[in-house]
């Protein structure tokens, strides 16, 4: 086999596959549905399956764009350096996020997107990068404390103070993006083990990215 058929089939079974089907099926779904009230999470009628849709449902094609960009990016990092952990914090926060974010919001009517994944993979991040570095990892836990900082701030505000998007008709939801960055930080400070296995590569790809 050559060195070009090798190099091709690495990266085809080394992309980010889980935040690529992610995004495709945002678009998917974008296109297809005649409205996305029929998946957005409702808090006054909480359905189970809602709150698993929702974050793949957006209320115009601004909100589609820039949320799948955000994920795209944070997404392909996470899934690359700790697939593992990514995989549990998408589950978690998508049962999780909606329901409470909404209960931290009360003026939420119906919830949709996925903004509220995106910041707590940052915080996925951060907190795997303290917690293998230990005590000389201060640049981590700096970059954590200011990322909460920001999230407390934007709550208290009632908006999201570093993203001036002209969503009409709709408003962020600064109260999801705290609880999708608490879950981050629990789900990246947890000890890793040792059989783990954070994605499925060779000894010396694994040796590079340690």
């Not at 029929?38 to 009628?45: I, Q």
């Not at 919830?111 to 907190?127: D, E, F, I, M, T």
């Not at 009632?158 to 789900?187: E, K, N």
């Amino acid at each position: 086999m050559s060195a070009r058929r090798v190099g091709l089939q690495r990266a085809f079974t080394h992309a980010p596959w889980l935040t690529i089907s992610v995004c495709g099926a945002a678009w998917l779904l974008h296109a297809a549905l005649p409205s996305p009230l029929v998946l957005a999470y409702d808090p006054r009628r909480p359905l189970l399956w809602q709150a698993l849709g929702c974050h793949l449902v957006h209320f115009s094609q601004l909100h589609l764009r820039w949320d799948t960009l955000t994920f795209a990016l944070v997404g392909a990092i996470t899934e690359r350096t700790a697939r593992a952990r990514q995989v549990w914090f998408l589950l978690a926060a998508a049962w999780l996020v909606p329901p409470a974010a909404c209960a931290l919001s009360p003026w939420v009517t119906r919830y949709a997107g996925l903004s509220g994944l995106v910041l707590g993979q940052v915080a996925l991040l951060l907190a795997r990068s303290w917690r293998r570095t230990g005590d000389g990892g201060w640049w981590p836990a700096a970059l954590l404390a200011m990322l909460y900082a920001k999230q407390l701030y934007e709550l208290r505000l009632g908006d999201t103070s570093l993203i001036a998007m002209d969503y009409r008709g709709f408003a962020t939801v600064p109260s999801a993006h705290l609880v999708s960055v608490l879950l981050g930080t629990l789900i990246g400070a947890l000890p890793r083990r040792r059989d783990a296995r954070e994605w499925p590569q060779t000894d010396r790809y694994r040796a590079s990215t340690s």
